[in-house]
């Protein structure tokens, strides 16, 4: 399952025996390991154990095993964590299968791994008794609904768009967006609001630098120069200086060039430039208005006069005030 369905998957089903949270996304290991402790288990210095994946091989994985069957203490389960493990096949047969055909019902094996098992790792995801929670690099349409779910559990309606409004402001970086949605429900609780509006999210969250970077070029395929000017006027009050500026622009056209040029879906593009979903599927919208000519000479202009900064031909504000010019007014 998706983690957005983790949480209601538990309210419905109760403790699980063993459980493999599998993904690059952090932010989701970490809090499928706090809901499962925090519901569980009362005692964590009696009832909970810590290993380290890496370690467990062979004869070691014994102590394992010990660990998940011993009776709790205080707590309702006993909890046995255990990270980046990923054994072999043969060790699975030999010294884990018993385990996961009858785990003990007192105890929760929880297994966090940040990526998925190499060829000849045992698939335990497919093992008897494992709930499997998916915790990969969460695309456009899962943290919408993790924004939707989080407030309705809250008693705040958030519609799509607002949700989306959110996810896009954070950049889609769900530690950030987990924060600011903390934030906007605390606002919405003290005022006795129940809708999350666009107009909310606008007076409370400032949108992540990554995302100014894509509404200026955002300005600038649209050729709206007044636009262009107020969120660099913006960006410059914010902790962003012409040198920083002008090398983000820099970065983001070198990488809307990239996704351009990529073949593939945007599933395909995203793993192969190490990029997001949502982030390519943007960029491709873009890049389609640009098109790859006027993206190459729009880096090439930006790459230029950070070069110029940097070998003291031009100050970092007159080079900003140059490529500006280049690139509302020069024709490619």
């Given amino acids: 399952m998706k983690y957005v369905d983790f949480k209601k998957f538990t309210d419905e089903n109760g403790a699980q025996p063993i459980y493999l949270f599998e993904g690059e996304e952090t932010y989701f290991l970490e809090k499928g390991e706090t809901l499962i402790k925090t519901r569980f288990l009362q005692e964590p210095t009696l009832d909970y154990s810590a290993f380290d994946g890496a ?18 203490f205080v707590s309702e389960k006993r909890v046995v964590r255990v990270s980046e493990f990923y054994p072999t096949e043969k060790d699975f047969e030999q010294y884990l299968k018993p385990l996961f ?28 008794n494992v709930t499997y929670v998916d915790c990969s690099r969460s695309d456009e349409e899962t943290i919408k609904k993790w924004i939707y779910l989080t407030c309705k559990r809250e008693g705040v309606y958030a519609d799509g768009i607002t949700c989306g409004k959110l996810a896009t402001y954070c950049a889609f970086d769900m530690s950030r967006i987990s924060k600011e949605t903390e934030k906007l429900l605390t606002y919405c609780q003290a005022a006795n609001i129940e809708r999350l509006t666009d107009e909310i999210v606008d007076n409370l969250v400032y949108p992540d630098s990554e995302y100014k970077i894509y509404e ?33 622009l820099t970065s983001y056209f070198r990488g809307l060039y990239d996704v351009a040029v990529t073949q593939g879906n945007d599933k395909e593009v995203a793993v192969a430039l190490g990029m997001k979903e949502y982030a ?53």
């Fill in 216 to 248: 200026l070029a955002n300005a600038l395929s649209r050729k709206n120069y007044s636009a262009y000017m107020k969120i660099q006027a913006d960006l410059l009050t914010r902790g962003f200086n012409e040198t920083l500026l002008l090398s983000s």
């Fill in 55 to 72: 370690g467990l091989k062979g004869d070691k994985l014994k102590g394992l095993i010990s660990s998940v069957n011993a009776f709790p």
């Fill in 280 to 332: 390519v599927k943007k960029n491709r919208e873009q890049a389609a208005k640009l098109g790859t000519k006027e993206i190459l000479r729009l880096y090439n202009e930006v790459y230029d006069a950070v070069c110029g900064i940097k070998c003291g031909v031009l100050t970092p504000a007159s080079a900003l005030k140059s490529v500006t010019a280049k690139l509302f007014f020069q024709k490619s």
């Fill in 101 to 128: 055909d009858n785990p003990p019902k007192d105890g929760i094996l929880l297994i966090i791994n940040s990526a998925k098992g190499k060829t000849g790792t045992a698939a335990l995801a497919k093992k008897p």
